[in-house]
T-cell receptor, first 109, second 115 residues
Framework: GQNIDQPTEMTATEGAIVQINCTYQTSGFNGLFWYQQHAGEAPTFLSYNVLDGLEEKGRFSSFLSRSKGYSYLLLKELQMKDSASYLCAVFNQGGKLIFGQGTELSVKP | DGGITQSPKYLFRKEGQNVTLSCEQNLNHDAMYWYRQDPGQGLRLIYYSQIVNDFQKGDIAEGYSVSREKKESFPLTVTSAQKNPTAFYLC??????????????FGPGTRLTVL
């Protein structure tokens, strides 16, 4: 079967750092995506990892370990506007994008 | 201004009626996709098309139909055979649709409610 696990909800404080984890078991692996989705809106692309290691893009970083089937999204200097759902998605061997259920992040003042 | 448009944003239909959701893109992308999003669940693939006049079933195609007569357009019809059609429907496109290499970009979505 194909499975992507993320925590359902997380809460963090404005200005802090938060790490959202994602573990996956899929039929093959061709890359992992992170998307941000505000309520009622379209998911927007944040990052793509296909090789092991850390990819940094401003306040957001994404890490991948293919041997562990594990990724995380790191958000620094949290702002209120970062309150959203964060979706982890894996391209499987068949070329389909498999999504986790998303992690709802609430940023408190 | 390039992008993906979906219309309408909200749609209400009576049970037993077919309804067609629009998706248009002017990004010159080859591949287009339809997903369904339900509360507490990940996005699930309904249909996808990697080239004009060709499309494939996704994981939950039953009760849905699509067409791809033009590169820019990929309309989705929700038929009366779909048992639980109320959901948030998202259309996406990617440049070339090759396995594992393309970022998918999403439209704003259509929230369908069947009464």
């Amino acid at each position: 079967g194909q499975n992507i696990d993320q925590p359902t909800e997380m809460t963090a404080t404005e200005g802090a750092i938060v790490q959202i984890n994602c573990t996956y078991q899929t039929s093959g692996f061709n890359g992992l995506f992170w998307y941000q989705q505000h309520a009622g809106e379209a998911p927007t692309f944040l990052s793509y990892n296909v090789l092991d290691g850390l990819e940094e893009k401003g306040r957001f970083s994404s890490f991948l370990s293919r041997s562990k089937g594990y990724s995380y999204l790191l958000l620094k200097e949290l702002q209120m506007k970062d309150s959203a759902s964060y979706l982890c998605a894996v391209f499987n061997q068949g070329g389909k994008l498999i999504f986790g259920q998303g992690t709802e992040l609430s940023v408190k003042p | 201004d390039g992008g993906i448009t979906q219309s309408p944003k909200y749609l209400f239909r009576k049970e037993g009626q077919n309804v067609t959701l629009s998706c248009e893109q002017n990004l010159n992308h080859d591949a287009m996709y339809w997903y369904r999003q339900d509360p507490g669940q990940g996005l699930r693939l309904i249909y996808y098309s990697q080239i004009v006049n060709d499309f494939q079933k996704g994981d939950i195609a039953e009760g849905y139909s699509v067409s791809r007569e033009k590169k820019e357009s990929f309309p989705l019809t929700v038929t009366s055979a779909q048992k639980n059609p109320t959901a948030f429907y998202l259309c996406a496109s990617s440049p070339q649709g090759r396995e594992g290499t393309d970022t998918q970009y999403f439209g704003p979505g259509t929230r369908l409610t069947v009464l």
